[in-house]
Every structure is written in structure tokens, then in C-alpha cells.
């Protein structure tokens, strides 16, 4: 057994204001990756800003990211970046801006190697990254991924070296002016995290720790989300207690701390083609496929899909999957898109080794027409 967590993480209100000195040490010229508009509206990103004022310290902001970004925006940003000569990069945002983040501040601290160096097996070093997430889904603020968008082969692939922010500076207020959706999708993402990290090859003692405390706590987050898919038409500020918020945000560090001892498996890697090709959200994309996951691991071990359904508080594998329905909606999809998404999940071998037994194409069919609509 292995247990690694090297991310410094606080959890609590106003953290970025209340370890601002931490912040400050990571560098003297700051390079922030964010997003288009949500960091401007939550405040986090004024938050930062105003520190980084106050101390004197440059930056120089970077809000081209895209959702599910691509290698060729981390590799623009990272140009701009080097000739800004920035010594470290604060993401702020979902997981699109912390991955993105990390691949950035890899790229800038090698700037003898090309794009091609992400997915290379090479011993290089980043510049230190200091993660504020804004979303309480991804969990990226304390793993070692960053996923990104490949064109090239229709895809998302998690880079080939592992990157840790040095801080993460987590707050619950930021989610008051997320939508609906975005809190409902992000939330089932973390459930993904904690049902793949417990159901996996590499499942242990340690991350049961993570994975099975992120279930009990997202459990007592259903009626919160329930409410919330039912009153999209009201914010969620309307909505959720700041106790809500601060819970959900814990749920998601807790579920990216599980996901960072062992990966995510076959439900990430069947939702990368339902995101590339049919346009879902990527926690919606992941949690469709979980109850049928879960089917398929109890044809082997129907303990541990007991234990994970009595720690969220499901009778049966049936009752998850409506309840996901109901809060996610369905997704559509034809045959030959079936197949075609299949055949690609066969074809990857890293994520295959991530389920603990052996798995044919027949299984992922299965996984793929229990969950989604066939035309």
C-alpha cells in the first residue's frame, strides 16, 4: 500500500485573504489561468488581485480557457507565459482552468520542450501552482491530473506526468453564483470520484478513507441537490445554507484526495467520448454511467457495491440510477455511436487496468446501453 498527499489545503472562509503570506511565497511574478467570466463573478479572482496588489507583486492574466481545454490552448497560454517570465501560476476556477493550469505551468518551466512533452514519459518539473477551485466537483486542486483535449485523436487524455499544486485554497462562498446545472454536475463528478476510487484495481485502506467519508458526506447532500434540480428557475444562493456550500466543497476535496491514490476508471473513461462527441458536461457525462458501472463490478463483488450503496443511502443500483436520471437527464445516442465509443474504451489500455477484473467488449456495451438512450 502507498499514500501520497503533498498539497497544502486549507478549507474554510475567506482562505484566500486569511493565507495570503502563503500565497505570496511561491513566487514573485504570478501568472493566473482562469476562465472567461465565473472567477470575475464569484469574486475569487478579485480576491487574488487584491493581494497580489497590495504586495506589489506582477501578473498577468490568462482567461482563454476553455471548457475541457485543449493542448493547443495550454501550449499558447504557456508561450505567454514564458514571456511574461512569470516563477508561478495561480488556476482559479473548475477543473478546466486547474488542469489547465498545471499543463501551463509544466510547459513553462521547460521551455526547451514542445506540446509533445504532455503525453511523454520524461522527468521534468513544473513551476510551482497555486489552485483555487470555484467548482465542487473536480477535485484537481489536490491531484497529480490534468486532463486535456486532444483533437488530434477525438478525445480527452489526462497528461503523462503528475503535477500537484503546492497550495489549494478552498472556499464555499464561491459557489454562490454558480448555476444550477454547474453545481448538480460538478457534485456528481465528485460522487464519481468517490464511487471509482472505491471500486478499483488499485483500492486500499488509505484511499477507503477518502472515498468512503466523500460517499457518507455526499449523502447527506441529496436533498440539497434535489431541491436544486427541481427549482432550477431560482440561484442557488436562494437555495443552499452556507453550510450546504462549505459541504459541498469539502466533498469534492475529499473525492479528489481519493481519486489522487488511485485514478478514476471506466466511467471517466467512457464519459471522454460522450464529452468530445456529444457535447455533455463532464460530470453529467461520468455519473451517467455509474449505477451501470456499479452493476457490472457486482457481477464480481457485490459486497463493495453494497457497501458504497449503504454509504449514500440507496437501496439498490435501480434507485441510484433514477435518482442520477432525474437530476441529470438522459442522453441520446445512436448505434453506431455505441459501438464506435466501445471500441475505444477497449482500445485503452490504462483505464482498463483500473477495473479489478477482466472486462470484455460485451461489459462496456453493457455499461453503455444501460445507461444511455440507443436510437
Given at each position: ?67 475541457n481545454p485543449s493542448v493547443e490552448t495550454v501550449t499558447k497560454a504557456a508561450g ?163 453550510e450546504d456550500r462549505e459541504a459541498l466543497m ?126
Amino acid at each position: 500500500m502507498q499514500f501520497f498527499a503533498p498539497t497544502r489545503v486549507y478549507l474554510e472562509k475567506d482562505c484566500v485573504a486569511n493565507h495570503k503570506n502563503e500565497l505570496l511565497s511561491y513566487g514573485s511574478r504570478a501568472f493566473i489561468i482562469t476562465g472567461k467570466h465565473s472567477s470575475k463573478a464569484n469574486g475569487s479572482l478579485d480576491d487574488v488581485l487584491s493581494i497580489l496588489d497590495e504586495a506589489s507583486v506582477p501578473y498577468l492574466i490568462y482567461n482563454d480557457i476553455e471548457e475541457n481545454p485543449s493542448v493547443e490552448t495550454v501550449t499558447k497560454a504557456a508561450g505567454i507565459g514564458k514571456d511574461f517570465q512569470a516563477d508561478f501560476v495561480i488556476g482559479i476556477g473548475g477543473g478546466s482552468p486547474l488542469d489547465a493550469a498545471k499543463a501551463i505551468a509544466l510547459l513553462m518551466a521547460n521551455p526547451q520542450e514542445g506540446a509533445g512533452c504532455l503525453y511523454e514519459s520524461k522527468e521534468l518539473t513544473a513551476l510551482p501552482v497555486v489552485a483555487i477551485p470555484t467548482t465542487c466537483g473536480t477535485g484537481s486542486e489536490v491531484t497529480p491530473n490534468a486532463v486535456l483535449t486532444r483533437h488530434a485523436f477525438k478525445t480527452k487524455k489526462s497528461i503523462s506526468h503528475n503535477i500537484y499544486p503546492k497550495l489549494a485554497l478552498v472556499d464555499g462562498k464561491y459557489l454562490s453564483s454558480a448555476s444550477s446545472n454547474l453545481i448538480i454536475h460538478t457534485a456528481v463528478d465528485a460522487l464519481a470520484h468517490c464511487v471509482e476510487s472505491r471500486l478499483h484495481t488499485k483500492a486500499n485502506v488509505y484511499n477507503h478513507m477518502f472515498s468512503e467519508y466523500g460517499l457518507a458526506l455526499w449523502s447527506r447532500l441529496v436533498p440539497a441537490l434535489t431541491q436544486l434540480a427541481g427549482q432550477k428557475d431560482k440561484t442557488p444562493a436562494d437555495l443552499l445554507s452556507e453550510e450546504d456550500r462549505e459541504a459541498l466543497m469539502l466533498a469534492s476535496t475529499v473525492a479528489g484526495m481519493a481519486i489522487a491514490q488511485t485514478s478514476t476508471s471506466l466511467p471517466h473513461a467512457i464519459s471522454y467520448e460522450i464529452t468530445y462527441n456529444q457535447g455533455v458536461p463532464h460530470g453529467m457525462a461520468c455519473g451517467i454511467f455509474l449505477a451501470a458501472y456499479m452493476d457490472e463490478y457486482a457481477r464480481n463483488n457485490a459486497e463493495d457495491v453494497n457497501r458504497v450503496l449503504s454509504l449514500l443511502g440507496f437501496p439498490s443500483t435501480d434507485d441510484l440510477g433514477a435518482f442520477l436520471r432525474k437530476i441529470l437527464g438522459t442522453v441520446t445516442i445512436t448505434e453506431a455511436e455505441c459501438d464506435l465509443y466501445a471500441d475505444k474504451v477497449m482500445a485503452n489500455a490504462s483505464k482498463l487496468s483500473t477495473y479489478p477484473f477482466a472486462i470484455d467488449r460485451d461489459g462496456i456495451v453493457r455499461i453503455l446501453t444501460h445507461s444511455l438512450e440507443i436510437r
